[in-house]
């Protein structure tokens, strides 16, 4: 069955560190997977997505994921934070499915930023 | 460019009324949908339209209706408002639906059942 896992809801980072977001997946297909970013108040942007191109996959903002299958993991990662960075990400996988696809997203990890 | 323009930005309703969510989007995407975000669940998926004249059900149907006359609207009615509807809703568009296209979000609507 397909499912998506953040496995911290909160993370917290002082300005200038790097920051790991971590995402498990489980999926019965080749998926395509996606990190999503919301800020405040706003609807959702895409800061990058994987498709079965290179398993290292760079986004907007310095941001970039590794897709590992041996792992089933697609953990977003940056390497130094920016105030501007604080704010919530979806890790999201869609999947192609008899009739359709399927799209699960993650429950969000909320990223604080301490300057 | 506009993108994908939702209203209201905020909306209050009393249990038992009715209300529609309005989504406009100006990109000629073929796929809309509608989303809602609850704590702690991420975005869960009310239903979606493939391109004028067809929708379909998606994770949490149940409560709402929809429609698509056209390419560029794709409006959320609730028929009778239910606590359990208190939350933020986002409408998202791509070009097509296939699994590697990007969603366009609006900016969300939340909405207050009391």
């Known amino acids: 069955a397909q499912s998506v896992t953040q496995l911290d809801s909160h993370v917290s980072v002082s300005e200038g560190t790097p920051v790991l977001l971590r995402c498990n997946y489980s999926?019965?297909?080749?998926?395509?997977l996606f990190w999503y970013v919301q800020h405040p108040n706003k609807g959702l942007q895409l800061l990058l997505k994987?498709?079965?191109?290179?398993?290292l996959v760079k986004g907007i903002n310095g941001f970039e994921a590794e897709f590992k299958k041996s792992e089933t993991s697609f953990h977003l990662t940056k390497p130094s934070a920016h105030m501007s960075d604080a704010a919530e990400y979806f890790c999201?996988?869609?999947?192609?499915?008899?009739?359709?696809?399927?799209?699960?997203f993650g429950a969000g990890t909320r990223l604080f930023v301490k300057a | 460019n506009a993108g994908v323009t939702q209203t209201p930005k905020f909306q209050v309703l009393k249990t038992g009324q009715s209300m529609t969510l309005q989504c406009a989007q100006d990109?000629?995407?073929?796929?809309m949908s509608w989303y809602r975000q609850d704590p702690g669940m991420g975005l869960r998926l009310i239903h979606y339209?493939?391109?004028?004249?067809?929708?379909d059900q998606g994770e949490v149907p149940n409560g709402y209706n929809v429609s698509r006359s056209t390419t560029e609207d794709f409006p959320l009615r609730l028929l009778s408002a239910a606590p359990s509807q208190t939350s933020v809703y986002f409408c998202?568009?791509?070009?097509?639906?296939?699994?590697?296209?990007?969603?366009?979000f609006g900016s969300g609507t939340q909405l207050s059942v009391l």
């Open positions: 998202a568009s791509s070009l097509r639906r296939t699994t590697n296209e990007k969603l366009f």
């Open positions: 999926s019965s297909y080749s998926p395509s």
């Open positions: 994987y498709t079965s191109a290179a398993t």
């Open positions: 999201v996988v869609s999947e192609r499915r008899t009739g359709g696809f399927k799209t699960i």
């Open positions: 990109m000629n995407h073929e796929y």
């Open positions: 339209s493939v391109g004028a004249g067809i929708t």
